[in-house]
């Protein structure tokens, strides 16, 4: 399944500006960053939480899906 789900983790394909949640400075996420999907809207958007190397949220965007990879973290079965 490649559909982005809910809670899946994911990567930007490209930059993006965003909010800082604390210091409502703009901030650039770079193309690589990671975060995790909160909220589907139907699949043409998607809210991204975005964390620290301890898990504090500094950003949450809404982010379309051809800006983002979903990463996959387990091998799929080959059937033969």
Do not use: C, W
């Amino acid at each position: 399944m490649n559909e982005i789900q809910e809670y899946d983790l994911v990567a930007l394909t490209e930059d993006a500006i965003a909010t800082h949640k604390v210091t409502h400075q703009k901030i650039l996420l770079r193309r690589g960053q990671m975060g995790t999907v909160l909220m589907s809207f139907d699949h043409k958007a998607f809210l991204i939480d975005f964390t620290d190397q301890q898990g504090k949220t500094f950003a949450m965007e809404t982010i379309e899906p051809v800006k983002l990879l979903r990463l996959i973290t387990e091998p799929e079965l080959v059937l033969s």
